[in-house]
């Protein structure tokens, strides 16, 4: 139950980490698009799990993210990397799990898409 708790803390640090912290384009892409209300929480930890520690995403959760859009996806993983509580993590390898996450979930979600 505590890891719950300290992924719920991590989720919300990775929708609302500080507007003084993130870069003002950053902050920007994340108002004019609503990246932050197009994902469902259970969702939100599973794709920060994936890309920010060790674990998967579901399709339903691959789902989202796709339907989240590569724009806020990105914006929001660079603006989570600006908070100081992730100083010590690799801005280069979270970048790569990032991409890594995102065509994964782009390739799944094409495959189970019907054929025209």
């Known amino acids: 139950m505590a890891s719950l708790n300290v992924y719920s803390a991590l989720v919300v640090l990775f929708l609302t980490c500080g507007a003084a912290m993130a870069t003002k384009e950053n902050d920007q892409i994340i108002k004019d698009n609503y ?4 994902m469902g929480l259970p969702c939100v930890l599973e794709a920060f799990t994936s890309i920010f520690e060790t674990g ?3 399709s339903k959760c691959c ?3 796709v339907g989240l859009g590569k ?3 990105s914006a929001l993983v660079k603006r989570t990397l600006e908070n100081p509580l992730f ?3 690799s801005p280069a390898r979270i970048i790569a799990k990032s991409i890594q996450t995102w065509n994964n ?12």
């Open 105 to 116: 979930c782009l390739a799944l979600i094409d495959s189970l898409s019907p054929s025209a």
């Open 56 to 58: 998967t995403i579901s």
């Open 87 to 89: 100083k010590d993590l």
């Open 63 to 65: 789902g989202e993210l």
């Open 35 to 38: 990246c932050e209300t197009k």
């Open 71 to 73: 724009v806020c996806h």
